[in-house]
């Protein structure tokens, strides 16, 4: 029987969401609830993207309040909050909106569980794949955090780091590309409620002329994950850039064990060849970020970069696709949270 899962949200990470979904035979999306009044817009914005391509299988608006191709029919809510939805026919919500709904009143809606994608301090977990997806318990965890793109990135690598050089400090740069809350000309200061951001005057200017410094909530992230990677232990910044699709995170860090350039990128080799997840991907080729679109691996290790200095200091380069990539991790922590479910 399939899982019936109700989408919170059609952004641009609850359309790759979908679009992985609709190929995943265990699962069936019965609906998806998205505050855009205007159901055509909804297919239009789903069966064209200017940045992953056309969808081939397209979709059709049906009956009211229905859109179909052929494979899937599915409602389409426009509810502001998941507490006003009839969820009798879901087992699992979604939650790509980005909106902080009040948590407690979400443990009580009738489902199996609900998967957020944004990190939240105050989910029953954060969950990042070759973090810690083996403290995920199906009993206590409803409200589960599948992180952010960028944690879901660095955080596997630190890890590793960690567990066999111990991190004693370190620093992180994110080269992210431009969002939707950016502005596309320069206008006035940006604010952003799903972000907790009160005002940007940085983020008002043009997202396609300019590198834009900023901060960053990939450290926050990390915490929620694994307490040991905070603002104590790495310092943080970004840089927003005129691309579509794909970061990168250029990674400091200072070690208290010693090791080789060449210890490092066997360390890397290893864990790719023996990973329970597809997590990460070691690069050697002379590739750009365009070369990482659509790629599910999401802690790729650039090698070309990776060097060590007098031994304690390391350097790294990791790609991942924000979107596409980030998002078939949040699918690949619910196959595991309903693997768990079935044994």
């Known amino acids: 029987m399939k899982i019936k899962i109700l989408l919170n949200g059609v952004g641009r990470i609850g359309k790759a969401i979908l679009k992985q979904l609709l190929k995943n035979e265990s699962f069936e999306i019965v609906a998806i609830n998205e505050i855009n009044p205007y159901i055509e817009n909804i297919v239009y914005s ?7 391509g056309n969808l081939s299988d397209k979709f059709k608006v049906m009956e009211k309040n229905y859109i179909q191709n052929s494979t899937s029919r599915i409602k389409i809510i426009n509810e502001n909050s998941l507490l006003n939805v009839d969820l009798k026919e879901v087992d699992i919500i979604i939650d790509a909106s980005g909106v902080k709904d009040d948590l407690e009143a979400l443990k009580k809606l009738d489902v199996k569980a609900i998967f957020l994608t944004h990190p939240n301090a105050n989910a029953d977990i954060n969950v990042v794949l070759g973090a810690n997806e083996d403290k995920l318990d199906i009993n206590t965890h409803k409200v589960i955090s599948t992180s ?7 955080l596997p690598a630190l890890k590793l780091i960690d567990e066999t050089k ?16 950016q502005r596309v000309l320069d ?25 834009i410094p900023s901060k960053t909530t990939t450290i926050d992230a990390c915490s929620y994950v694994l307490d040991k990677f905070n603002h104590d232990l790495i310092s943080s910044n970004s ?45 050697y080729d002379p590739l750009v970020s365009s070369d990482f679109k659509q790629e599910n691996k999401t802690t790729i290790i650039d090698h070309r970069y990776t060097d060590v200095k ?7 380069l990791v790609w991942y696709d924000n979107e596409w990539g980030y998002a078939s991790k949040t699918i690949d922590i619910l196959k595991h949270y309903i693997n768990k479910s079935n044994s």
Do not use: W
């Not at 789903?46 to 992953?52: G, Q």
């Not at 952010?148 to 660095?154: Q, R």
């Not at 206008?187 to 590198?211: C, H, K, L, P, W």
């Not at 007098?310 to 790294?316: D, R």
């Open 46 to 52: 789903i069966n064209h993207d200017s940045t992953y």
């Open 148 to 154: 952010s793109c960028n944690a879901t990135a660095l």
């Open 166 to 181: 111990e991190i004693i400090c370190g620093d992180i740069v994110t080269i992210h590309p431009l969002l939707n809350h």
């Open 187 to 211: 206008g006035s200061f940006i604010g952003s409620a799903t972000r907790n951001v009160d005002y940007n005057f940085e983020f008002g200017r043009s997202s396609t002329q300019n590198i």
């Open 239 to 283: 840089l927003r850039v005129p691309t579509d699709t794909v970061g990168a995170i250029n990674v400091t860090l200072f070690t208290k064990e010693k090791s080789s350039k060449d210890e490092i990128i066997n360390l890397f080799e290893e864990c790719e060849k023996n990973q329970k997840f597809p997590v990460f991907l070691n690069n």
């Open 310 to 316: 007098n031994s304690n200091m390391i350097k790294l």
